[in-house]
């Protein structure tokens, strides 16, 4: 069983994660309010995007792979880039 002071201290942390907005959040907000909701949304639908994609490589370990080898992290963040 959990402790008590544990168990509270983690749900806290927990909530503080969740309420705070993280940077892709504020670059949707930023984009939706200077350029219009559908660039806020098609930016939120590309992070969304990149997001499955990373998990799906984490669960088939090839984001290990890719963080071993430099030179194939290159090629991916300059197919990313263009």
């Known amino acids: 069983m959990i402790d008590p002071a544990t168990l509270i201290t983690y749900?806290?942390?927990?909530?503080?994660?969740?309420?705070?907005?993280?940077?892709?959040?504020?670059?949707a907000v930023a984009r939706a309010t200077t350029s219009g909701t559908p660039v806020g949304i098609?930016?939120?639908?590309?992070i969304a995007?990149?997001?499955m994609i990373h998990t799906f490589m984490a669960i088939v370990g090839i984001s290990a792979i890719i963080a071993a080898s430099a030179m194939l992290f290159s090629i991916i963040k300059y197919l990313g880039a263009a």
């Open 49 to 51: 995007a990149g997001d």
């Open 42 to 46: 098609a930016t939120g639908a590309g």
């Open 11 to 27: 749900v806290a942390v927990v909530l503080g994660f969740v309420f705070i907005p993280g940077p892709a959040t504020l670059l």
